[in-house]
């Protein structure tokens, strides 16, 4: 179990089928003073997608502001320990997935910290449904066929998209104690000497689940790609942008082209040199630092 101290595994039911979380509770975090979690503001961490991820992604994170917050990070369904269906997913499943998630964890506008492909689903769950965020502060929020581009033209992609061949190489080439290391040196961190044994092990956990293979092919085949361009300029939440400058698949040009588009929603784009596409797991400390800085900046400029 990798579950920082001062945190408990909860779960919600959804259309798609339970969403395994974990949130702040108990005396490490209590102020002495008679508060309890509901009387605090609740911050969302939503983990990307890739082989193995789960919410352990803001793990080294999201402790950090579990005095101040009412804390909640899930397991997407089909990754961690959320229910796995045995089906392959649709871009619309995780906008009806995390949007059915935000209006049970909280009755109130809640800021969400999102990464990857599932920050840009964050943002299009924002527009749809805008009375359940307060701010937003994403990391490479990145549809994957952005501006016209599609990272699945690739001989890889068109491999896993065979039939049976797909779970053959998930199983021997994912699932494995090399595949996520190689995964994660290749595509999510600038500098491999930065990723050490707990981080494979929390990925092999979290990809060795049953019927894990869903989502991972679903995301490495492409069936979730989608231009985010299309949609950010009808974002209103209050937005943060950060963006790692060796970030795989999509580099920061991208992400500021994105902010461009909407300044009055997206009010800071921040890059980070010699990072990756998880500075969450890659420079935790700065990212903290980061988060810090710009939770009061989207408050007050809202």
Partial sequence: MFIPPGFVQQSINTTLGSI??????????????????SDRETLVFLHGFGGGSSAYEWSKVYPAFAADYRIVAPDLIGWGRSNHPARFFRIEDYIL???EFMGKISDRPTTVIASGLTAAFTIRTAI??????????????????????????NFFTQVVSTPILD?????TGVATDFGVRNFLEQNQFARPERIYPEIVQAYLESARQPHAEYAALSFVRGD???DLSRYITQLTVPTAIIWGQ?????????GRRLAEMNPQAVRIFQQLDDVGLTPQLELPAVTIGLIRKFLPLLESSD
């Fill in 20 to 37: 395994v979380y974990y949130t702040s509770e108990g005396q490490l975090w209590s102020s002495g003073e008679g508060n309890n979690d």
């Fill in 97 to 99: 997935s995390i949007g």
């Fill in 128 to 153: 749809a449904h805008p009375e359940l965020f307060k701010s937003l502060i994403l990391t490479t929020a990145a549809g994957l066929s952005d501006f016209g581009e599609n990272y699945t033209r």
């Fill in 167 to 171: 779970r053959l190489l998930y199983s």
């Fill in 224 to 226: 979730l790609c989608f």
């Fill in 246 to 254: 060796k970030s795989e698949f999509t580099g920061p040009e991208v």
